[in-house]
């Protein structure tokens, strides 16, 4: 029998994804916050303060300092693998439902971790509110009504707003002028070179980010969902353009293998809605006049009606977590067990000396001289578990012992410093 409130701990407290969830849990009476884990323990008090009191919540510095045997369900949200991964899996081995909200533990050690998970009878899913779990859960309601999937994403955190007046493009908060735009703001009938056209135009933007890999990564390991080129299309998009663009490319469209994963660019002018970082997926159409209809009611339906956007235009973080909570609590498994069809890999964007220093930085989670790469997980297995392609994420704090050439994918066995659970874990995952 679930316990009532059930009692909650939630790492990364401090975070931004913590103050939706911890604003949420006020309104909620079956789930109450109990330890709040962050380094930044005046930082946990100050947010505590700042949303009224807590009655139940404690702030914990670290992982010596949890007590276990007062905790239902671990959230983690930490965003850092090593810890992560430690708090996620002694949790488990407790017998504690763990909600996995850190993307990055997910892509390098999700698999391991769900098969711990079901062996200790406890649950184990990625959190609801963030992009993966909603995507999944849309992939899953699109293809139980019986509709065929061509492609799958989101769209990237940032919009791309363009105010023709003043030829101006605003990505939050840089700006850069890209007047030629006007020129090519509806698809011309060769969809690809309007594609072209735009990408230019936009270029000295940074719109890829290792964050989305890691995202789409993860819609993977639960979807069987692959990438069509490792690096993913990214093309720059109106939403009600998504259904030409993604659609096959002996159709016009990007696309070469159907249920491809990707991102796009959400291209908008000032006013516009925005896709507000959402999801969609593709499909194609069956009976012309259904189609017909449904267009007429707004829905997105390519220029031929041979494919269709079925989208989600938000993703609410914390505030859709207690879903994934509820889910777990009740024994619920509304996705397949995670496996890894492909892997997020790190590949050499230029030549790299022995000796050199990883370190993942900023929002976006780059590392230099390296970017990452969505694999087949054939390509990343090899003979011996040291020369598996390493996870985009172990190379963080990592040094590399031997000379990369520029296009070579790092190896595992090519770093010290990477820690033996982690790496075992992620190990584990792919042989499975």
């Given at each position: ?29 079956r789930m109450t916050a109990t330890q709040l884990i962050d380094p930044d ?102 293809e139980k009504v019986g509709l065929h999937v061509v492609a799958l994403g ?175 609590t009740s024994g619920a498994t509304p996705f397949a067990e995670p496996r ?93």
């Amino acid at each position: 029998m679930t316990r009532t409130p059930v009692r909650v701990a939630l790492t990364g407290a401090r975070g931004g994804f913590g103050r939706t969830f911890l604003a949420q849990l006020r309104s909620i009476d079956r789930m109450t916050a109990t330890q709040l884990i962050d380094p930044d323990v005046d930082g946990v008090r100050t947010l505590i303060a700042d949303l009224g009191g807590l009655p139940d919540a404690e702030p914990i510095p670290g992982h010596d300092d949890v007590r276990w045997d007062e905790i239902d369900v671990l959230v983690e949200a930490s965003g850092r693998v090593e810890a992560g991964y430690r708090y996620a899996a002694e949790a488990i081995s407790r017998g504690i439902h763990v909600v996995m909200v850190s993307k990055e533990i997910e892509s390098v050690a999700g698999v391991s971790l769900a098969k711990a998970a079901r062996e200790r009878g406890v649950g184990y899913l990625p959190g609801d509110g963030d992009q993966p779990a909603n995507l999944l859960r849309l992939l899953d309601w699109v293809e139980k009504v019986g509709l065929h999937v061509v492609a799958l994403g989101k769209s990237g955190e940032y919009d791309l707003v363009f105010d023709p007046a003043t030829g101006i493009l605003d990505q939050q908060g840089e700006r850069i002028d890209a007047s030629g735009l006007g020129d090519h703001l509806f698809l011309a009938d060769d969809i690809h070179e309007t594609l072209a056209a735009r990408a230019a135009i936009v270029a000295p933007l940074k719109r890829a980010a290792a964050a989305d890999s890691c995202e789409m990564a993860v819609v993977s390991l639960y979807s069987g969902a692959t990438a069509d080129t490792e690096r993913m299309h990214y093309p720059v998009a109106r939403p009600s353009e998504l259904a030409d663009i993604y659609a096959r490319r002996a159709d016009g469209g990007l696309i070469d293998t159907d249920r491809a994963i990707d991102v796009f660019s959400a291209l908008r002018l000032p006013g516009e809605t925005s896709f507000a970082g959402g999801v969609f997926t593709i499909v194609t159409t069956g009976d012309d006049e259904v189609w017909d209809l449904l267009a007429g009611k707004g829905h997105i339906v390519s220029r031929s009606g041979e494919y269709a956007c079925i989208y989600w235009p938000y993703h609410f973080m914390g505030v859709e977590t207690p879903l994934t909570i509820d889910a777990v609590t009740s024994g619920a498994t509304p996705f397949a067990e995670p496996r890894h069809h492909t892997v997020l890999a790190a590949r050499a964007s230029e030549a790299l000396a022995a000796g050199t220093t990883f370190e993942v930085r900023g929002h976006h989670h780059e590392i230099d001289g390296v970017r990452p790469v969505i694999i087949d997980r054939a390509d990343a297995l090899s003979d011996t578990d040291d020369a598996l392609a390493a996870a985009y994420y172990l190379l963080s704090g990592a040094r590399l012992v031997r000379e990369v050439a520029e296009g070579e994918l790092i190896r595992i066995s090519d770093l010290e410093g990477v820690a033996d659970d982690v790496s075992a874990a992620f190990v584990e995952g792919v042989r499975l």
